[in-house]
């Protein structure tokens, strides 16, 4: 899906010295990158939007799981406002894996949103405390996040073209938007021994885009990763081999369903709620006692 999802299987591919197992797996998705941040935001406490999302490599890693995310909830972070965004990951046959981040309302306006989503990323959940309360972690970016500019030292190289209004077909239904192509790469130079190795990533993604679809704003996406690498002694760049590819993914996040109403699996129950509800509770006085229960109070004689 959309913002690389694909992608940590192709980085493992060409940074480990040997293929990853066919049976191995993604790790848990944080959907902080998956809703749509060029737009103001319109969703509400509740909502949430489901894809089966599906993928293999031709490493023979698979993917075939199931991704729900939630707005579960919003909380004032030392006057930031901000929402909780639940992504629930079900796989048949593995435990079902939760993450939830406190994110700034900030972010929606800031025009690299995606390319700076830790740095409007406030909390973190992940697991349980013994009791069963959630855990709550302060994010805290890395300083060299804030010192240094990704994009001058690894920079991220993408197009993008409008290819039109388009309809497309999902489980939820027939959905008509605007479909877009996206080509995105990026490449890196590291030491390992004596030699340096160049690792580079391209993405191709195919995206079909409606207004109907709640947070993500995403009916269906197809995509292509190709990892590739080249190598060479140190102090002998000329002597570098050819740029090789490493591993290829073909992908794809299709909308299941969406709606209203779910409960969160890890925000607690005060945080349920938007931050105007929230308000109203913490103004609302203690009901006075009706005189009805005054009466019966009254010790009789």
Excluded at 77 to 100: K, L, M, N, S, V
Excluded at 162 to 180: A, R, S
Aim: charged share 25%; no cysteine; glycine share 8%.
């Amino acid at each position: 899906m959309r913002r690389a999802i694909f992608l940590m299987l192709l980085a493992a591919a060409v940074t480990l010295p040997s293929a990853p197992a066919s049976g191995a797996t993604y790790a848990p998705l944080n959907g902080i990158g998956l809703v749509d941040y060029s737009r103001k935001p319109n969703f509400k406490v509740g909502d949430w939007v489901k894809y089966r999302m599906t993928g293999k490599s031709e490493l023979g890693v698979t993917q075939d799981s199931y991704v729900t995310v939630l707005i579960a909830g919003e909380e004032d972070f030392w006057g930031d406002p901000g929402f909780w965004i639940e992504t629930w990951t079900d796989e048949p046959g593995r435990p079902p894996e939760t993450q939830a981040a406190l994110m700034s309302y900030e972010i929606f306006g800031d025009t690299s949103a995606v390319e700076r989503l830790q740095l409007y990323m406030r909390k973190t959940v992940s697991m349980q405390n013994e009791d069963g309360s959630p855990r709550f972690d302060i994010n805290k970016p890395a300083a060299g996040m804030l010192k240094t500019r990704r994009e001058v030292k690894n920079p991220v190289r993408w197009t993008r073209d409008t290819l039109g209004v388009d309809t497309v077909q999902t489980p939820k239904g027939t959905f008509k938007g605007m479909k877009m192509l996206l080509k995105e790469g990026t490449g890196a130079t590291q030491t390992v021994g004596d030699s340096s190795v160049y690792t580079e990533l391209r993405e191709n993604r195919t995206s079909w885009y409606a207004d109907a679809v709640p947070i993500t704003h995403l009916a269906r996406e197809d995509v292509e990763t190709i990892a590739s690498r080249k190598a060479w002694l140190l102090g002998r760049s000329g002597d570098a081999t050819e740029l090789t590819t490493r591993d290829r993914g073909l992908g794809t996040a299709r909308l299941l369903d969406f709606g209203h109403g779910l409960q969160p699996r890890l925000i607690p129950e005060p945080l349920r709620h938007s931050l105007a509800e929230q308000r109203a509770a913490e103004r609302a006085p203690a009901r006075p006692r009706s005189v009805a229960s005054k009466a019966a109070d009254k010790p009789r004689h």
